[in-house]
T-cell receptor, first 113, second 112 residues
Framework: DQQVKQNSPSLSVQEGRISILNCDYT??????FLWYKKYPAEGPTFLIS?????DKNEDGRFTVFLNKSAKHLSLHIVPSQPGDSAVYFC????????????FGAGTRLFVKA | SQTIHQWPATLVQPVGSPLSLECTVE??????LYWYRQAAGRGLQLLFY??????ISSEVPQNLSASRPQDRQFILSSKKLLLSDSGFYLC???????????FGPGTRLTVT
């Protein structure tokens, strides 16, 4: 039962262009959504998050959009940089706090110089 | 500042052998602690979480167990490893009711 799905296993983008990573979820009870970035042989690092009461959150080059009616969120990276090349995990949490966090399978982003 | 340590970084163990992975957190008190596993090509699967000393909740039935003997120490164990236990094991912490989790560097376990 995949409650959080990242249907694109990989994405390749030219440096300077926009990267858009997508995530779909099935449980309407999720109240908080997060994106994590992971380099090989390292643990994920928190990148950006959004509460279910908002539809957009921005932090520098990173913006997360939430469409609750479609149960869809996306991460935009503008402009993309080679150092952004990593695996990006979408995650969703229930209102029990951080205890019930479901992660997607991840999307590997390649930013070409 | 808070830091999280995991060891060992890599481990190769034969089937049927025991396992003990350790995770410690510094710079915070009463953290929530988590063990995740990432199998090849898969997302992060929550195995255990703990809200305090001796308090362990298991998310999936499996060949593994967890213990929290001290506030900032979390241990993942197995009495007899299976081939399917191979994967990348991650420890994480969060504070109070915070949603953001902070991960350790991980342990790559290969069961042969």
């Amino acid at each position: 039962d995949q409650q959080v799905k990242q249907n694109s296993p990989s994405l390749s983008v030219q440096e300077g262009r926009i990267s858009i990573l997508n995530c779909d979820y099935t449980n309407s009870m999720f109240d908080y959504f997060l994106w994590y970035k992971k380099y090989p042989a390292e643990g994920p690092t928190f990148l950006i998050s959004i509460s279910s009461i908002k539809d957009k959150n921005e932090d520098g080059r990173f913006t997360v959009f939430l469409n609750k009616s479609a149960k869809h969120l996306s991460l935009h990276i503008v402009p993309s940089q080679p150092g952004d090349s990593a695996v990006y995990f979408c995650a969703a949490s229930l209102n029990t706090g951080g205890f019930k966090t479901i992660f997607g399978a991840g999307t590997r982003l390649f930013v070409k110089a | 500042s808070q830091t999280i340590h995991q060891w060992p970084a890599t481990l190769v163990q034969p089937v049927g052998s025991p396992l003990s992975l350790e995770c410690t957190v510094e710079g915070t008190s009463n953290p929530n602690l988590y063990w995740y596993r990432q199998a090849a090509g898969r997302g992060l699967q929550l195995l255990f979480y703990s809200v305090g000393i001796g308090q362990i909740s298991s998310e999936v039935p499996q060949n593994l167990s967890a213990s929290r003997p001290q506030d900032r120490q979390f241990i993942l164990s197995s009495k007899k490893l299976l081939l399917s236990d191979s994967g990348f094991y991650l420890c994480a912490w969060s504070v109070g009711g915070g949603y953001e989790q902070y991960f350790g560097p991980g342990t790559r376990l290969t069961v042969t």
